[in-house]
Nanobody
Framework: QVQLVESGGGLVQPGGSLRLSCVAS????????MGWYRQAPGKQRELVAL???????TYTISVKGRFTISRNNAENTVYLQMNSLKLEDIGVYYC?????????WGQGTQVTVSS
């Protein structure tokens, strides 16, 4: 079993920054892919960024150049540094871990961008 706990969400002004953290615990495979998804109000959950076991990142086009995903395998953590936040970034952000045939999800952390 794997458990994920996110933190770091909050309220920021447009152009501000937030750093999300996700700590994984349990039986984590060495090949696990971790990532961040978000769900904006009235929209379906969408991929924000993925990072492989080799620390190779992938981003959705809308956040490329503004967000940075990273991981620390020794600490079983994944981070999402979010800069230049826009209203379009509002939503609940979920940490995800995929290994074998299983997807694991965190509880979500709210990101609000408001002037």
């Amino acid at each position: 079993q794997v458990q994920l706990v996110e933190s770091g969400g909050g309220l920021v002004q447009p152009g501000g920054s937030l750093r999300l953290s996700c700590v994984a615990s349990g039986s984590i495979d060495s090949l696990a892919v971790m990532g961040w998804y978000r769900q904006a109000p009235g929209k379906q959950r969408e991929l924000v960024a993925l990072i492989s076991a080799y620390a190779t990142p992938t981003y959705t086009i809308s956040v490329k150049g503004r967000f940075t995903i990273s991981r620390n395998n020794a600490e079983n953590t994944v981070y999402l540094q979010m800069n230049s936040l826009k209203l379009e970034d509002i939503g609940v952000y979920y940490c995800n871990l995929f290994q074998g045939r299983d997807n694991y999800w965190g509880q979500g952390t709210q990101v609000t961008v408001s002037s």
